[in-house]
């Protein structure tokens, strides 16, 4: 409870200096505004930043560049009132942040007649929730050095490395828990020998941890947000990181879009939506390697940005796949140089923890590995597209069923790698290509390519049209021939 001794020797600091130099980690002054709907705007920025950091006091109505009296403002708006103050935040901010709004004319202060009679005093507890608060408008605020900036992304950020302080195990799923260390010791054997139990392995990957705290019991344990992440209850997820939910949405409907959402963790995820985007494409007589899927799957609930205000949407449609997550590209990544670039990881500990039960591998090679197997299947490049809030692939799912019998059959032989196949499909689908253009494609500088195309050249892979490229005629006959024994096979 707010004491009255805390707030008058915050105003006879008033008589002093300015109210700006007062201001402190969990202290922030407030004017009055151009209006009311500025004031609920900056008040909440306020309560989000003063939340998210260590809580502390709002105080609203005073200058902070006045002294005294002078810095002490009338309020100019009559309908304004604690209720008033409450209502905004609770309106404005995501989760709402927990808070006591009081007005020094009012008891148990009752400082009516005087210069502070007016002022109103909001005191913010501290986060609960490791994906701490942000406004309607989907920013998180953060207090530095006494001012309030937004929060973005630094590669010394792993949000998943925070603590679920508020949680103990039973936040976590433990059929889920058990199934992963089945999946674990299948993909590596030699982990068998540890003879750790299930849960086991979720101290061994640093994903259940000891607080520091002193009044903490020596083993007790709470989960990281990466531990959240993959094993996670659908109740704690929701209640701890109300932004990891999924948007499912059919658009093939005859009237309107089927859609649904759920807010589970990674592995379950994955295991719901698969089946049902196979289901889909079965629906639709086409063919996209399961692999590619689960791939793109796992890469935007890994790499998606837990502190945007935003879910995973996958959205089928009659002639393409599309996925798409919160958070862009971080660093220098780009879509034109995600294939060779070293990755940068916003989730860190997720993304290992991920890798070392199976779900992934090495780093950087999903995204390499989805472009191989679909074209290898005969589909189109993946359309990459990333803006600084998201991320989106998009697989159509028009297949040239005659060049995937080709690099079936003749793959092989042809030893073909990622950039040998790029050059294929594109030449395939182009006709005739450029190196400049092959070159964008490959997302290599033609120093690399040049060795490229020369070995496919002496292969008698692809030929020279001029300073371009083509595919040899041997190499299209082979296609042709595919083409004519598919369609033997459906007579």
């Known amino acids: 409870m707010l004491k009255l001794s805390q707030v008058t020797g915050i105003l006879d600091q008033l008589r002093e200096c300015p109210a700006g130099r007062l201001e402190t980690q969990t202290l922030e002054f407030k004017g009055w505004c151009q ?28 200058d902070d560049r006045s002294i005294g009296s002078a810095a002490i403002i009338p309020c ?12 905004r935040i609770r309106d404005l901010t995501r989760p709402p942040v927990p808070c006591q709004v009081l007005r020094l004319s009012e008891p148990p202060f009752s400082l009516r007649g005087t210069p ?70 299948s993909r590596f054997p030699d982990v068998r020998q540890l003879g750790n139990r299930p849960w086991d392995h979720l101290s061994d990957m640093d994903l259940l941890r000891r607080l520091n705290r002193e009044s903490a019991a020596p083993s007790s344990r709470v989960p ?11 109740k704690a ?33 994955v295991g719901c939506y698969l089946p049902q985007i196979k289901s889909h494409l079965r629906k639709m007589e086409v063919e996209v390697p399961e692999e590619v899927i689960s ?63 199976g779900y992934c591998d090495k780093a950087g090679t999903g995204i390499n590995r989805v472009y191989f197997q679909a074209l290898a299947h005969g589909l189109d490049f993946p359309v990459m597209e990333s803006t600084l809030d998201s991320f989106s692939v998009t697989i159509r799912t028009k297949r040239d069923k005659a060049f995937a019998m080709f690099i079936r059959d003749f793959a092989g032989t042809l030893n073909l ?21 092959l070159c964008k494609l490959t997302q290599r500088p033609e120093s690399y390519m040049a060795d490229v195309l020369s070995d496919l050249v002496k292969r008698s892979v692809i030929e020279r049209h001029g300073d371009d490229f ?4 041997s190499t299209r006959s082979a296609i042709e021939r595919c083409s004519e024994e598919g369609q033997l096979r459906l007579l």
């Open 470 to 473: 083509v595919l040899s005629d």
């Open 35 to 62: 209006d009311e709907k500025e004031l609920s705007r900056v008040v909440a920025e306020a309560t989000v930043c003063l939340a998210n950091t260590e809580g502390g006091l709002v105080i609203v109505g005073v």
């Open 417 to 437: 790698r990622l950039n040998d196949l790029i050059v294929l499909r594109a030449l395939r689908a182009r006709l005739q290509l450029s190196v400049a253009a």
């Open 295 to 357: 791939e793109l799957l796992f890469n935007a609930y890994i790499h998606r940005c837990y502190r945007t205000a935003g879910a995973v949407h996958i959205s089928l449609r009659s002639d393409e796949i599309e996925i798409q997550n919160p958070g862009g590209l971080l660093g220098s990544l780009t879509v034109e140089n995600l294939l060779h670039a070293t990755p940068v990881y916003r989730n860190l500990l997720l993304a290992e923890a991920a890798r070392q039960y």
């Open 76 to 87: 100019p708006y009559p309908e304004i009132t604690c209720d008033w103050f409450r209502m």
């Open 116 to 185: 502070a009679a007016d002022l109103f005093v909001i005191q913010i507890e501290r986060k609960k929730h490791a994906s701490g608060h942000r406004t309607s408008q989907g920013v998180s605020f953060v207090r530095t050095n006494t001012e309030c900036r937004p929060e973005y992304y630094t590669e010394r950020d792993d949000f998943s490395e925070l603590l679920a302080e508020q949680l103990g195990k039973n936040a976590l799923n433990s059929d889920t828990i058990v199934n992963a260390a089945h999946h674990r010791e």
């Open 224 to 234: 990281t947000v990466a531990a959240l992440l993959l094993f996670g209850t659908e």
């Open 237 to 269: 997820i929701h209640s701890e990181l109300p932004n990891a939910e999924t948007v499912f949405a059919d658009e093939t409907a005859q009237n309107n879009p089927l859609t649904s959402s759920r807010t589970l963790n990674v592995i379950e995820s």
